[in-house]
């Protein structure tokens, strides 16, 4: 089973990189997770100025901290988030 994971990854000025430098960070992550198999998979990830916060679903966490040195992207802190909410839970 997955479990949902947020990584924090301290990248300096990332936030002011070029699409084509966007593009070959999301192609190395993508080459190493066809290289693991399905016990990663990268959701989503949000680009601030000298951070990323990544969204994975995996098994552990050492499946993000091998998929980090495949990739060469650096790994900060790694929190599992096993519940999310949203503006749409006040209705339950």
């Known amino acids: 089973m997955l479990k949902r994971f947020v990584i924090e990854r301290d990248i300096a000025g990332i936030g002011e990189f070029s699409l084509t430098e966007l593009c070959a960070a999301s192609r190395a992550s993508n080459k190493a997770l066809a290289d693991m198999g399905p016990k990663i998979q990268w959701q989503h990830s949000y680009v601030a100025a000298d951070k990323t916060f990544c969204v994975y679903l995996a098994e552990n ?3 993000i901290r091998r998929h980090s040195e495949l990739s060469g992207i650096p790994v900060g802190k790694i929190t599992e988030a096993p ?8 209705n339950n």
């Open 61 to 63: 966490e050492d499946e």
């Open 83 to 90: 519940q999310i909410i949203d503006p749409l839970t006040a």
